[in-house]
């Protein structure tokens, strides 16, 4: 799968953005979705992750009630909805995907076991 990122780019402190994730290919749905972010000098994290199915959630405690991971298997596209932004939240994005190899995988945030990822997108909170 290919993923290709977009929606970032400069905002000031308390906005919002809205991060998107297109997927190639036809079995987007087999694909449990997640975002990571790297500021500079700074080793990659998790954000937030997503369930093939859309049913299950985990995010950062970092961004947790800020931030909200949402996917749509029609478009294949997974979306981060970033509220209340703060200037450590400055970051290039990526979306990662991680093929879903049985029914009762969990969701995790483990990045090693994400195996496509996308080109990053910027992020930039201004104070």
């Known amino acids: 799968v290919q993923l290709q990122a977009s929606g970032g780019g400069l905002v000031q402190a308390g906005g919002s953005l809205r991060l998107s994730c297109a997927a190639s290919?036809?079995?987007?749905?087999?694909?449990?979705m997640g975002w990571f972010r790297q500021a500079p000098g700074k080793q990659r994290e998790f954000v937030a992750a997503?369930?093939?199915?859309?049913?299950?959630?985990d995010y950062a405690d970092s961004v947790k009630g800020r931030f909200t991971i949402s996917r749509d298997n029609a478009k294949n596209t997974v979306y981060l909805q970033m509220n209340s932004l703060k200037p450590e939240d400055t970051a290039v994005y990526y979306c990662?995907?991680?093929?879903?190899?049985?029914?009762?995988?969990?969701?995790?945030?483990?990045?090693?076991?994400?195996?496509?990822w996308g080109q990053g997108t910027q992020v930039t909170v201004s104070s």
């Open positions: 990662a995907a991680r093929p879903r190899r049985s029914i009762v995988q969990p969701i995790t945030q483990a990045m090693g076991l994400y195996d496509y």
């Open positions: 290919g036809r079995t987007f749905s087999s694909y449990d």
């Open positions: 997503v369930s093939w199915s859309g049913g299950s959630t």
